[in-house]
């Protein structure tokens, strides 16, 4: 899947000798969604989380997740980016909270969809 990095949030807490180091960025791709007997491409925002673990300016540990579709508004997608910031969310937890959330963001899609088809 190939998406690039719009936006990025830092987020660094110490933790006794260690420091953990997580980048929250907002990415963007593109997906085509069928609308009305045809597929219109719409641009598409998600949400990769890295961390690196860093003791004594080493690196001992990296992972991270992504949900690369997430909804066609960059702004509901950044505000949900912020917000997993603040609340220092692990890369390993992102796609359990994501789909938790699902029903809140699907219909983006279709709404987007209709919208371009609209302005056609």
Not at 68 to 73: A, G, K, L, M, R
Request: a negative charge.
């Amino acid at each position: 899947m190939h998406y690039k990095r719009v936006s990025e949030y830092v987020s660094t807490i110490n933790y006794g000798d260690k420091m953990i180091v997580r980048k929250y960025a907002v990415v963007k791709s593109e997906v085509n969604v069928f609308n009305g007997g045809e597929n219109v491409e719409v641009p598409s925002f998600g949400i990769e989380i890295s961390e690196q673990v860093i003791s004594e300016n080493t690196v001992e540990e990296e992972f991270g997740d992504a949900v690369v579709h997430v909804s066609p508004y960059k702004d509901k997608v950044e505000a949900l980016a912020k917000k997993f910031c603040s609340e220092d969310l692990s890369p390993l937890h992102l796609s359990d909270i994501i789909d938790d959330m699902y029903f809140d963001y699907i219909a983006d899609y279709d709404e987007y969809a209709k919208e371009c088809k609209i302005a056609i």
